[in-house]
């Protein structure tokens, strides 16, 4: 799988580059927000091809939880990064519509069209993995959009060579723009999520509170934290109120614990501490 995602990524890059090269000689800018949609997916390819052999490094003494979390700071400064760029790129496409100019279609449709051969290439390498894995899944998804962006581009500029409205390049380019700021805005949102540790969407205390309260032995929950270590890794710990009783006895509840867990809410790690004594303030 990671010869054939080095080999997806650098026939991007390389896409990438001739779409600005393209985009400098035919004057469009729709080419130029494909070739940015195209360098995002690269950077997408490249984060993902990383965090693939960072995750095969074992923990150390200094970083106790692995390296999983690079994977998350890295797609927030590339989405930021990506994000900028597409508000400078619909500012550009805008000032295109009201002020078109001609475009070289002789440059600007041979290479939409590589590029939309590029990427389909590229899907058809990695539609099977994308089943195996979120983070392969992922790349398929932002792949499968540059075709589209490829797409868009290539109907424009037939538009453009039977109708002679240039004005289109600039549309395209404002929409290609927005699709790529918006999803730019989706990973800074889940990024900063991940970061700041705040509970997955998919988890809530009170779900928790729901599965584990009929428990035989549970007679209360408090000090509860939900967080991601990465996309899909959910991480949980809690204090759980019980009778005094031998450790052999509390293993059975936390097996029962543990088992709702994962089973229901997909939870990956948990710690619980048992506790016979209520705290008073719940901060214990």
Known sequence: MKSKLVFVFLLNLIISLSEVIGSIFSGSYSLLSDALHNFQDSLSQFLSLIAIILSERSRTTRY?????????????????????????????GLKRVFKPEEIRLAILLPISMIGLVANVLSLTLLHTHSKE??????????????????????????????????????????????????????????????????????????????????????????HVHIWSLKDGVIHFEAHLEVDDMYISQSKEIIEKVNLRLRDRLKVSHSTLQLESAVCINKTC
């Open 133 to 222: 894995s979120l983070n392969i899944r992922s790349t398929y998804l932002h792949l499968l959009g540059d075709a589209l962006s490829s797409v868009g581009v290539i109907v424009g500029g037939f538009l453009m060579l039977l109708y002679k409205i240039f004005w289109i390049d600039g549309i395209i380019a404002v929409l290609i723009g927005i699709f790529i700021l918006k999803e730019g805005i989706k990973v800074i949102i889940e990024s900063l999520r991940v970061l700041l540790q705040a509970s997955p969407y998919t988890v809530s205390e009170k779900e928790i509170f729901d599965l584990l309260k009929d428990i035989p032995g549970i007679k209360g929950i408090h």
């Open 64 to 92: 106790t939880f692995g390296f999983a979390r690079f994977e998350i700071l890295a797609a927030l400064i590339n989405a930021t990064v990506v994000s900028f760029l597409a508000i400078l790129m619909i500012v550009g």
